[in-house]
């Protein structure tokens, strides 16, 4: 590490280290952030759980984007390309598509 480089030290808790399971991601957008929902879908639960919600500036929206790309071309490079099955290149799963217009499921 040069000189000019700062290490991060970071403390993590036992029940954050155990980390939570999810399957679902849905993304909003405002001019001023992100609001990325963690939510767990299971077959045998009749709606989905959101178990964490993330808000960040566009900047750190964009970092996050950078280091994900960054991780799944290293994965990719050492255990081969990851198959997506029914997803379009950049689609996102937009909420109002599970909603009838005023907020409730349809």
Do not use: W
């Not at 960040?56 to 996050?64: F, G, I």
Request: glycine share 4%; hydrophobic share 40%; proline share 4%.
């Amino acid at each position: 590490m040069e000189n000019n480089e700062k290490a991060l030290n970071f403390e993590i808790s036992p029940e954050v280290a155990n980390g939570d399971y999810v399957n679902l991601a849905i993304i909003h957008h405002s001019h001023s952030e992100f609001i990325l929902d963690f939510a767990k879908l299971l077959p045998a639960l009749p709606k989905a759980k959101v178990c964490h919600r993330l808000i960040m500036t566009p900047e750190h929206a964009k970092r996050l984007l950078f280091a994900l790309n960054d991780n799944i071309s290293k994965y990719e490079a050492q255990y081969g390309s990851i198959q997506v099955e029914n997803q379009k290149q950049g689609a996102t799963l937009n909420l109002n598509d599970f909603m009838n217009g005023n907020g409730s499921k349809s």
